[in-house]
């Protein structure tokens, strides 16, 4: 018998599986497949190949389904529109469960804490109608948590494409959803469009070309922005270029635009985090934020929530919860009903040790920066000179010379280097760049022990760290 776990979110379902928990591919080359839908007359087109034509044909998309799940009936432009948000659901799920179902005969659902009893029901019986073994229902919060905060509040932030998530979690032997608070109308989709809409206004300021003019346009816009947000995640501005009937235009975006553009959704999430303090907290306590990597990769977020009187940000990485939900599930498999499917409302939790000393080891790890690239047994210093990661280095450079076939590795595959308190890479790939086996897009911060893969069978690079910085 083998387990899935599968994470719900209309910004990216996500699977993982297997003892070391890896995430799997499942809308074509991508680890996740956004809520989105597109009726056309022969099909119905669903998550990213949807997503790909959302803003060429704005009228007919639809990306509300995960979020409000039920059977009341949709208003139908055409024939070709499904009848209601639970068919569309049962159609993505579907084409999801024809992919991985290869990968495992049992699954674990994680859904948002905001789903009701009658959400459930409608997602238990699309599986069951897709003879799915669904064993039980841990809500994202609880799968998703992983390290103990004692004598702290510990709150989940998470954003999805319509609302906010913002939940309180008890800490005692076991984990207990305490309280939840769900916003609507302000999430991604808004979030997106205001950011797409501020680089257009850029270009007609300086440029005078509008790319919302035509909808090809507009849409590379919402095609190229998870690149820009990747980038500006860790860079101050990135220069951006779009073509139009052979003219090129160019122009500088700048991280503080995109911050100040998204004040009022974090400043949103820090009002509701302090709710959550003043609501539940005796003699104002420390708080550990448990964020998301839905939310930790916007541009200024961290930053925002930083500001937060004596709060720790715990980053949460891509897949939390679907690998979570595998690595607790034996524990949670002792408690649930053997009669039925089992939604769990609590999970074990060992703060009984960590009050004791006992600091887990991922804790550690996240407190101490990978100072060398190890491979094939030889240690690469990592320093603020970005270190080159190719096949043919050029003897100016500090670089890795990677082995392989010469077809499948680039000239510069990658960089890494240290960025203030963050060790960051950089991809320059076509084949594709992989740590801990999930895909890089564009830039990501890296981590005591992450495993780099160039391509799908690339020797791996590990990030270690040494006693002696300068040792090699």
Known sequence: ??????????????????????????????????????PQRDRLLLGNEAEGKAHLFPRQILNRFWDQLDTEPLDQPDKY?????????????????????????????????????????????????????VKGFVPMALAASSVACPGKMLIYLDVHFHR????????????TIEDSVATTGKGLIPLYREWVETIAQ??????????????????????????????????????????????????????????????????????????????????????????????NRL???????????????????????????????????DQRNPEGISFFTSRPW??????????????KAAETLPTHLLYRSIAYPITEKPLTIGREIDAEKTGVGVYGNTTEFAVRYCTIELRGREVVLDDYSSDGIFVNETRVNGSMALKLGHIIRLATNGEPLQLIACLNCNET
């Open 81 to 133: 529109t499904p009848q209601n948000h639970a068919e569309i659901a049962f159609h993505h799920l579907s084409r999801i469960w024809q992919v991985i179902q290869k990968h495992g005969d049992e699954i674990v659902l994680v859904v948002p804490d905001f789903y009701n009893r009658q959400q459930l029901g409608l997602i238990l019986g699309i599986a069951q109608e897709l003879s799915m073994d």
């Open 1 to 38: 018998m083998s387990l899935i776990g599968l994470e719900i979110s209309d910004a990216g379902i996500i699977a993982a599986c297997g003892t070391a928990a890896k995430l799997l591919e499942l809308d074509g080359n991508a680890l996740t497949s956004p809520g989105f839908a597109l």
């Open 350 to 363: 060992h703060l009984s040790d960590l009050e004791h000393g006992m600091v887990p080891l991922a804790e």
């Open 299 to 333: 541009p200024g977020c961290r930053e925002m929530l930083s500001t937060i009187k004596d709060s720790q940000i715990i980053e949460l990485d891509q897949g939390a919860g679907a690998q979570g939900v595998l690595k607790l599930w034996q524990q949670l498999s």
């Open 164 to 175: 906010i998530d913002v939940i309180y979690l008890q800490q005692q032997e076991q984990l």
């Open 202 to 295: 850029e270009f007609v300021r300086n440029t005078r070309f509008d790319p919302l003019h035509q909808a090809t346009s507009e849409q590379e816009l919402y095609d190229r922005l998870p690149a820009v947000l990747s980038h500006l995640q860790h860079n101050s501005s990135m220069v951006f270029d779009m073509i139009d009937t052979a003219t090129s235009y160019s122009i500088t975006l700048k991280r503080d635009l995109f911050t100040r553009k998204a004040e009022s959704m974090y400043q949103e999430v820090c009002r509701l985090v302090e709710m959550m303090r003043n609501k539940h907290g005796k003699d104002d306590p420390a708080v550990a934020l448990q964020v998301s990597h839905r939310l």
